[in-house]
């Protein structure tokens, strides 16, 4: 043996055992079966998947898929502004515009979500600006929402988005733009027909990046959503540490991962296809 | 490089709008926040003050989770730092072997939702019969970790000058000799970098610690998450205040060794690999 491959011993030891082993024993647990208290009984059964596919809980995954997609669309929209922008201010501009956009994402997400309660909350500036303008509202449904989950997942997964739309857009080969304005295109047109097209890996790039996470998100559902909107995260969550069904959640995880893999599968493909085209 | 710089047309004035919009709509709560920790308020008048802060410090239960976040990720960021250098340098020009498994099994870790992640450890740890606690979430984080480290120092790697370390070899250093003298010492910027990484990674995660850590042992995100559930309070503005400016001194680290790009280019791996630095 090298050198060289005792340096990646420990690393590969460590993934093994940490990362490996525990998906292989989920993907195990879930065809276990759940123990008259909680816990794992060890006869085998696909009742969870069947489960799993039921109407409550396909409804569910429904509603964080629709979400996810969403919040994807709307960092998308937001993403090529907020990098286009960027990416043609001036050289020192650009790097503050960087600075106040990973900043509050490199900050503790319980924090930030902690400050939109806050700003939504009793006390908090919106409600006292409402009450100023006299404007009608209910205290708490302003509190706890589905727009507010949607805010809470856009601003906390734009980063994800910008930054590999900005670092296309310094690379991009802007005397394209000007070509296509001495041609008499006004921007929307050099926008869809110049600019996206060349951006088209960063756009799917970001969007995965955020797609993956909203999906199984479960932090700002819970904290901002209130107990009306259950998610799938929630749900995997909920069945691991209060309703102790870990065979039930183990199934309902192995089906989130198969969908993202085939996700990831498709989008290889389609760079492969790109790549030899 | 401004001289080769080409101009750039201007985005059209909405797209202005919309950044200053969303940096409005991303800054504006913290902002709001740390203002309200600075704040005190009487029914009819409202002044400035640092009670809340010394009213946090002097609380028992915050400071011990604020000791055990600090013990978790020193641990975790060594641990993992160690491990992820060693890993980046063996992966380093080497082909074949164990490589492909050490890095496919980097990018599971780093592309996983992590609410798999955590449940899948939580799992493990039941079946192994490990006594959930700090040593468990030390292992959580850990785990999260190494792949950055990797990332990090891989990117310096990628770009080092390869006659240095063939120069070694040809004024007869040892594999072991040229590591020693020529490569790491070349990696310590990177290394420091990768280290702040995995501090700031563990210092802020609440989800994976949720899962995994022991009753009465919880992080400070743990127990803020806790005791944001009952409510807001000028105590807790303060404290998350006080958390946003520990993240912020780790930033300075992190920013100034770049980590930050790999932090982002990691997650996004499968979108290219060679990344050139730009000015």
């Known amino acids: 043996m090298k050198l060289r491959d005792l340096f990646l011993l420990p690393a590969g030891l460590w993934f093994v055992v940490f990362v490996l082993l525990p998906l292989i024993i989920v993907g195990i647990v879930s065809f276990a079966t759940r123990g008259t208290y909680g816990g794992i009984e060890w006869s085998w059964t696909i009742a969870n998947y069947v489960r799993a596919f039921s109407p409550t809980y396909l409804g569910i995954f429904a509603e964080s898929f629709r979400l996810a997609l ?12 907020v990098s286009w922008s960027m990416a043609t201010s001036s050289t020192r501009l650009r790097q503050l515009y960087l600075m106040a956009i990973v900043l509050p994402f490199l900050t503790n997400l319980v924090i930030r979500i902690y400050a939109i309660r806050l700003f939504v909350g009793a006390d908090g500036p919106l409600q006292a600006g409402l009450t100023l303008l006299g404007i009608p509202f209910d205290a708490f449904a302003l509190t706890q929402n589905k727009w507010l989950v949607l805010y809470g997942m856009v601003t906390t997964y734009l980063p994800f988005m910008v930054l590999p739309l900005y670092g296309a857009f310094e690379k991009f080969d802007f005397s394209l733009v000007e070509a296509a304005q001495d041609l008499g295109a006004d921007v929307w047109k050099i926008l869809f027909t110049v600019i996206l097209p060349n951006l088209k890996k960063a756009l ?15 932090v700002i559902p819970d904290l901002l959503g209130g107990a009306k909107n259950m998610l799938y995260g929630n749900l995997i969550t909920e069945q691991f540490l ?19 893999l085939v996700l990831a599968l498709v989008f290889r493909m389609w760079e492969a296809r790109r790549a030899r085209d | 490089m401004p001289a080769i710089e080409r101009s750039r047309p201007q985005a059209p004035r909405l797209a202005k709008i919309v950044l200053w919009v969303t940096l409005l709509l991303l800054h504006t709560p913290i902002l709001v926040m740390i203002l309200g920790a600075l704040i005190e308020k009487t029914p009819d008048s409202w002044s400035w003050t640092l009670r809340w802060f010394s009213e946090v410090v002097n609380d028992q239960a915050l400071m011990d989770a604020l000791q055990n976040s600090v013990l978790v990720g020193v641990t975790a960021s060594l641990l993992s730092t160690v491990i992820g250098t060693s890993a980046a340098v063996g992966l380093h020009r080497s082909a074949g072997g164990w490589r492909w498994a050490v890095e496919g099994l980097s990018v599971v870790s780093l592309v996983f939702p992590e609410i798999v992640f955590a449940l899948s450890l939580l799992s493990l ?22 792949s950055y480290v990797m990332m990090t120092v891989g990117a310096r790697l990628a770009t080092m000058d390869r006659s240095l370390e063939d120069a070694a070899r040809d004024l007869g250093a040892t594999e072991w000799q040229t590591y020693r003298s020529v490569v790491f010492p070349l990696l310590v910027p990177s290394i420091i970098g990768g280290g702040a990484l995995s501090f700031l990674l563990s210092f802020d995660d609440f989800l994976i610690t949720y899962f995994v850590n022991g009753v009465g042992q919880d992080t400070l995100p743990v127990k ?40 982002f280019e990691a997650r996004g791996k499968h979108e290219s690999k060679s990344e050139k630095e730009n000015p």
């Open chain 1, 70 to 81: 969403i919040t994807t669309g709307i960092c998308l929209v937001l993403g090529v502004m």
């Open chain 1, 242 to 260: 209060k309703a102790r069904d870990w065979p039930f959640g183990a199934a309902l995880s192995v089906l989130m991962m198969v969908l993202l």
């Open chain 1, 204 to 218: 799917w790039a970001g969007s995965l990046l955020v797609f993956i996470p909203s999906l199984g998100e479960y």
């Open chain 2, 224 to 263: 803020l998450y806790t005791a944001m559930k009952l409510g807001v309070s000028p105590k807790l503005n303060a404290l998350s205040s006080l958390m946003f400016v520990m993240t912020l001194l780790a930033l300075i680290f992190f920013f100034r060794s770049s980590a930050f790009r790999v932090f």
């Open chain 2, 125 to 146: 740890f039941f079946i192994l019969q490990f006594e959930l606690g700090l040593t468990t979430v030390v292992i959580a984080h850990v785990s999260f970790s190494i």
